[in-house]
C-alpha cells in the first residue's frame, strides 16, 4: 500500500526534511517539527526570522494543496489532520473550492505566499504565533473554528464565509481584515488586535469582542477604522478596555441583541480636511437589545451620531469625554439616559431632538455650554432624585439651547407637575412665554401688550395674585380719588330729594346711606360686591369742576385728576378692569381649589 512520502516523491521529486516530516506525521495526526524544537518560544521558531531558515525547513505550499485535494493523498491523511510547526511555506497554497476533510494547523510557520481558500470546504484553521501574507477564503465553509493567534498578516478576506465556530484573532495583527457577509455560529473574537476591520452585514451568534483592539484607518479615503454596518450580532458588541480606533467606527443600521460597550474606548475620526475631526462613532439607526455604555473614560474626538436609533436598556454616558458632540435624533432610549460627570470641548454640542427616553438623569456640570443644546421634541417620563429638579436649574438648562421652542419647556413643566412641583411647573411655563414673547413680539404695541398681560396676570399663568394685586390697586387709586372728589363736594346722592337737601345745605336726610369711599370703591372695582353705594351715590353730573377753597393740603395738587370728567373715565376704566380681573381672581382661586 503506498504511503504519503511514496507518493509525494513520485508527485514532487525530492522532499525536504520538513516535507517529510509534514508527510509522515500527517498519516498518523501528529504534530510535524520542523524545526530545532516543539518551543513556541524559542527563538530559533520566531517566524520573523525565516528568511535565515535552512531549505531543511522549507515545505511547498503545492505540497499542502496536494495532501488536501489529491483523490489517492487526502484519504491517507489521519482525522486528525495536516499538523506543521516551525516551517517556512514557499509558494502559494491554493485549494479553491477543495472540500478539505480535516483540520489545517500551523504553529511558529511563515506563509510568504497567498492561502486560497475561496469557496473551499474545510474543518478548523488553526494559526498560532504566525506569519502570513494573505488568506482569500471568499465563501468558504469552515465547519470548525478559525484561529489566528498571536500572528500576523497582510490581508484576512472572509467575504460571505461561513464559520460554525468561533472566529478568534486574539493579539493577532493583519493590515486589513473582510468578514462582509460572513456568517459566524459562535463569536468573533478580536481581542488585542491591530489593523482595519470590514464586518459589514454579517452574523455573528455571540458576541464582537474587541477588548483593548486597536484599528486604524490609514487615511480619511480608505474608509471606517472598523465598519460594523449592518451587522446582526446576538450578543454583546464589546469596544472597551483599551480599544482604540484611528478613523471612524461604523455601526449603521447595525442589530446587537445585547450590549453596545465602549467603556473605556478612544475614538479619533479623521477627515479629509484635518486631523481628528471627523466622525468618529457612527451607530444611527443601531438596534441595541440592551444597554449602550459610552462610560467611565470613553472618549470621542469627533462627531458621535446615534440618529434613529432604538435602545431598549439605558444609554450610559458617565464621566464620558465628547470632543465635538454627540447626536442622538429620533432616537427611543427605553431606559435612562445617563449624562453625568461628561466632559464636553468647548464647541461640543448634545442634539437630542425627538428623541425619547425613560427617564433623564444628569448633572448641571455636564451640560453643553449656551447655544450647544438641542432638545426640540426631547421627551422623558421622569427626572431622576439626583439630577437637578428646581425650575431655577432646569430653565437654566433649557437656556442653553440653540434655538428657542416651547416644547422643551412644556415637557419641562408636565414632568414636575406630575412629580407634585406644580409651583416649579407655573414658573417654568411662565419664563417659557416670556421667551417666546421675546423671540415673536414684533413692534412697540406688541410689546407693550406683552409687558401689560407678563404684570397683570403673569401671562396666565398667576392670575390669582397678579390679577388681585390689581384689583387692590383700583380700589386703591379709586380711594384717592373718589375721596378727594367728596372732600370737594361732588360726590352726590342719585336720589333725586336727597340730592337736592344736600346740595342745599350739605346734609343728607336721616334716612339715607352715607357715602364710605372704600366701599364705594371696592363696589365699582369688585362688580361680584354690592353695598348699596354705586346705587346710592355718584359724581356729580352737572358739576364740571370743583372749587379750589373745598380742597385742603395736598388734595389741592390732585384738583385737575378729579374733575368730573376724568372721574367718569376712571371709573368706567375701573368696572370694566375690575370685571376682567375679578374673573381672573376668582377662576384662579377655583383652579387651586380644584388642585386641592
Excluded at 443600521?253 to 473605556?264: E, F, M, Q, V, Y
Excluded at 464620558?320 to 458632540?325: H, M
Excluded at 336721616?510 to 365699582?524: A, G, I, T
Aim: hydrophobic content about 40%; proline content about 3%; glycine content about 10%.
Amino acid at each position: 500500500m503506498p504511503t504519503l512520502e511514496s507518493l509525494a516523491h513520485q508527485r514532487f521529486g525530492d522532499l525536504s526534511r520538513a516535507e517529510i516530516s509534514v508527510l509522515s506525521n500527517a498519516g498518523i495526526g501528529q504534530l510535524a517539527i520542523c524545526g530545532p524544537s516543539d518551543n513556541l518560544n524559542d527563538l530559533a521558531n520566531e517566524p520573523g526570522t525565516a528568511d535565515r531558515w535552512g531549505a531543511d525547513r522549507w515545505v511547498r505550499g503545492e505540497l499542502i494543496s496536494w495532501l488536501c485535494a489529491d483523490r489517492q493523498a487526502k484519504i491517507l491523511v489521519d482525522p486528525g489532520g495536516v499538523q506543521v510547526l516551525g516551517a517556512k511555506i514557499v509558494g502559494p497554497v491554493k485549494l479553491l473550492s477543495v472540500p478539505i476533510q480535516f483540520p489545517l494547523v500551523f504553529a511558529c510557520c511563515e506563509f510568504g505566499d497567498e492561502i486560497n481558500l475561496q469557496s473551499a470546504g474545510t474543518r478548523t484553521l488553526s494559526f498560532i504565533q504566525t506569519h502570513i501574507q494573505s488568506i482569500i477564503a471568499d465563501g468558504a465553509i469552515v465547519g470548525g473554528a478559525f484561529f489566528l493567534r498571536h500572528s500576523r498578516a497582510a490581508l484576512l478576506q472572509f467575504s460571505g464565509a461561513g464559520i460554525d465556530g468561533q472566529f478568534d484573532c486574539d493579539r493577532s495583527a493583519f493590515n486589513r481584515l473582510i468578514l462582509d457577509g460572513a456568517v459566524v455560529g459562535v463569536g468573533v473574537l478580536l481581542r488585542h488586535t491591530t489593523g482595519q476591520v470590514k464586518i459589514s452585514r454579517a452574523r455573528i451568534g455571540t458576541d464582537l469582542d474587541c477588548d483593548g483592539a486597536s484599528f486604524t484607518a490609514p487615511d480619511a479615503f480608505s474608509g471606517p477604522a472598523l465598519d460594523a454596518s449592518g451587522v446582526n450580532v446576538e450578543g454583546s458588541v464589546f469596544l472597551r478596555a483599551g480599544f482604540r480606533a484611528i478613523g471612524s467606527v461604523q455601526l449603521l443600521g447595525a442589530h446587537i441583541g445585547s450590549n453596545l460597550d465602549c467603556t473605556r474606548g478612544e475614538f479619533l475620526g479623521l477627515s479629509q480636511t484635518s486631523n481628528w475631526s471627523g466622525e468618529a462613532l457612527g451607530a444611527d439607526a443601531v438596534v441595541v437589545g440592551g444597554t449602550v455604555f459610552l462610560s467611565d473614560e470613553f472618549r470621542a474626538r469627533g462627531a458621535v451620531h446615534f440618529t434613529s436609533s432604538q435602545i431598549r436598556g439605558d444609554f450610559n454616558c458617565r464621566r464620558a469625554t465628547f470632543e465635538t458632540g454627540l447626536t442622538i435624533e429620533r432616537a427611543d432610549v427605553s431606559g435612562t439616559f445617563f449624562w453625568r460627570e461628561v466632559t464636553m470641548g468647548g464647541a461640543a454640542g448634545l442634539d437630542l431632538l425627538n428623541t425619547s427616553v425613560g427617564s433623564l438623569s444628569d448633572d448641571s456640570v455636564s451640560w453643553p455650554s449656551h447655544q450647544h443644546v438641542e432638545l426640540h421634541g426631547f421627551v422623558y417620563e421622569r427626572i431622576s432624585l439626583s439630577s437637578p429638579r428646581s425650575a431655577k436649574e432646569r430653565l437654566n438648562w433649557l437656556a442653553r439651547q440653540k434655538s428657542f421652542a416651547t416644547q422643551p419647556y412644556l415637557q419641562l413643566a408636565k414632568v414636575l407637575r406630575d412629580e407634585g412641583h406644580g409651583g416649579d411647573a407655573q414658573k417654568v411655563l411662565f419664563e417659557m412665554e416670556s421667551r417666546r414673547r421675546r423671540e415673536e413680539d414684533r413692534g412697540s404695541i406688541a410689546h407693550v401688550v406683552s409687558f401689560v398681560y407678563r404684570n397683570t396676570l403673569g401671562y396666565g399663568y398667576y392670575p390669582t395674585p397678579r390679577a388681585g394685586f390689581c384689583l387692590a390697586l383700583l380700589i386703591a387709586v379709586g380711594i384717592l380719588l373718589f375721596l378727594g372728589r367728596y372732600l370737594g363736594g361732588s360726590m352726590v346722592p342719585t336720589d333725586k330729594e336727597a340730592y337736592s337737601e344736600y346740595r342745599l345745605n350739605h346734609q343728607l336726610p336721616p334716612y339715607y346711606v352715607r357715602f364710605h369711599v372704600s366701599m364705594y370703591s371696592l363696589e365699582n372695582t369688585f362688580p361680584l360686591v354690592k353695598l348699596g353705594q354705586t346705587d346710592r351715590w355718584q359724581p356729580d353730573p352737572y358739576q364740571q369742576g370743583i372749587n379750589a377753597v373745598d380742597i385742603k393740603g395736598i388734595l389741592r395738587v390732585t384738583r385737575l385728576f378729579i374733575s368730573a370728567r376724568f372721574l367718569r373715565f376712571y371709573q368706567w376704566t375701573q368696572i370694566i378692569c375690575g370685571w376682567f380681573f375679578a374673573a381672573m381672581f376668582v377662576g384662579g382661586l377655583a383652579d387651586i381649589v380644584r388642585k386641592n
